[in-house]
């Protein structure tokens, strides 16, 4: 029995050894970009009044050097969104509702700090 969860066990860390060696680190310009699109995408989920503007999403990741494909699942940046993600809901979690809508504005509405029209209204 041992012998066959040892090797279950190297078999399973060979395969993370090798997925992580195929892992492709973000630059600063696309490590931003990815962070001001899961904070719009997290702030539209939770607030029902703004939704993401598609083109000034595109603008920002053609800036960036970024394409959607990047982002999907399996995409080359696809596990930087999901720990960007990640980060971000417990950031907000601490935050009430109206909270996290009025930063998401400040930053991603209209005029707004970090990306501007980021969000735009439903």
């Known amino acids: 029995m041992r012998m066959i969860l040892a090797g279950a066990t190297v078999s399973v860390?060979?395969?993370?050894?090798s997925a992580?060696?195929?892992?492709?680190?973000?630059?600063?310009?696309?490590?931003e970009a990815i962070r001001h699109f899961v904070g719009a995408?997290?702030?539209?989920?939770?607030?029902?009044?703004?939704?993401?503007?598609?083109?000034?999403?595109?603008?920002?990741?053609?800036?960036?050097?970024?394409?959607?494909?990047?982002?999907q699942d399996g995409g080359r940046f696809s596990y930087a969104v999901a720990l960007q993600n990640f980060d971000m809901q417990v950031q907000l979690d601490d935050l009430t509702p109206n909270q996290v809508c009025a930063v998401g504005l400040v930053l991603?509405?209209?005029n707004g700090q970090n990306v501007p029209d980021l969000l735009t209204s439903r």
């Not at 860390?13 to 050894?17: E, K, P, R, T």
């Not at 992580?20 to 490590?31: G, H, I, K, L």
């Not at 607030?47 to 970024?66: H, N």
């Open 13 to 17: 860390l060979g395969m993370a050894s």
């Open 20 to 31: 992580v060696a195929q892992v492709e680190v973000p630059n600063e310009a696309q490590s």
């Open 41 to 71: 995408s997290l702030t539209g989920e939770r607030c029902s009044g703004w939704e993401m503007d598609i083109d000034t999403a595109r603008q920002l990741f053609r800036d960036a050097g970024l394409d959607v494909s990047d982002l």
């Open 108 to 110: 991603y509405g209209p």
